[in-house]
């Protein structure tokens, strides 16, 4: 699993030859980074909101009911409007039990209406599943679902460092697809937010990755080109193919999965703190 650092981090930014003759690697002119589960903890945190409000239902197992509560909303959101839009700008179930979809572009109007009634749905159906109907418990289980989830979202070891050694160094971007609303109550709690030359997200913009336009966006917004741009992030399919089909190279943080496949301009580590120090 992954690829030998030097190569792959010189065609990110290209060698020069230094003053003693040695080579060097060249930083990238722009870094644009992922943020759910490359800076922050994101679907282990939903999970533990899920079993906290889980827990609220007495007599059941929490596991189970979470369980059912992922089963239930997921084929609830999906069925709802626009759910393609919401497939494609990578806005999943979980994240429609507490968005409001504020400061959402008028496509996604109709899931803004819908999210109170799907909420309500969602949860009052588990619990129906469960052999429980009781809409007032479902609104308890709903109202504490979104008060865990809009606690800080705790950071990834190394990400604040490795933003701070970012910062002035490269023109630095952050790329991440979901509600406008969430992200940027999940960004604000990092304090995080100012160093980015650029914020871009799907459910702002109304392009998701790994749609290269998404990744175009940004890099004219940070004023850099492809060519010179790394995007690094979590998930393969999103963050990695979206950037290499948009002319950027990559790193996957893999968290000790496979490698998908093998791709020229990707380099792959375990943990967003290892690229703290190092040039891209
Ligand atoms: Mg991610």
């Known amino acids: 699993m992954g690829s030998e650092p030097g190569s792959d981090w010189a065609l990110a930014g290209g060698f020069t030859r230094g003053p003693l003759g040695m080579f060097a690697v060249v930083i990238s002119k722009a870094v644009i980074l992922d943020l759910d589960d490359t800076l922050i903890v994101e679907e282990e945190v939903a999970h ?158 109304g392009l998701g990755k790994p749609d290269p336009d998404v990744f175009a966006l940004t890099l004219s917004r940070l004023d850099a080109k492809a060519a010179s741009a790394v995007m690094v992030g979590d998930s393969w399919a999103r963050d990695i193919i979206g950037a290499l089909d948009a002319g950027l190279s990559a790193v996957w943080i893999s968290a000790g999965r496979p490698q998908p496949e093998k791709r020229p301009n990707v380099t792959v580590v375990n943990a967003v703190g290892e690229l703290v120090g190092r040039n891209f």
Do not use: M
Not at 77 to 106: K, M, N, V
Not at 165 to 176: W, Y
């Open 48 to 205: 533990s909101s899920l079993r906290r409000a889980a827990e609220l239902v007495t007599g059941r197992d929490p596991g189970q009911v979470v369980e059912v509560v992922l089963t239930t909303a997921r084929r609830i959101w999906r069925a709802g409007p626009d759910y393609a839009l919401c497939h494609q700008l990578g806005i999943a179930s979980w994240e429609g039990l507490w968005a409001t979809f504020e400061a959402s572009p008028s496509i996604l109007d109709e899931v803004r209406e819908w999210a109170p009634v799907y909420r309500q749905e969602a949860w009052r159906a588990a619990l129906q599943e469960l052999g429980i109907d009781d809409p007032a418990l479902a609104a308890t289980l709903s109202d504490s679902y979104v008060e865990s989830q809009r606690a800080p979202h705790p950071l990834i070891d190394g990400a604040a460092e490795l933003v701070h050694f970012l910062e002035g160094r490269c023109q630095l971007g952050l790329l991440t697809n979901g509600p406008a609303d969430i992200q940027h109550h999940k960004l604000a709690g990092t304090g995080l937010a100012d160093c980015f030359g650029a914020v871009v997200i799907s459910g702002e913009v």
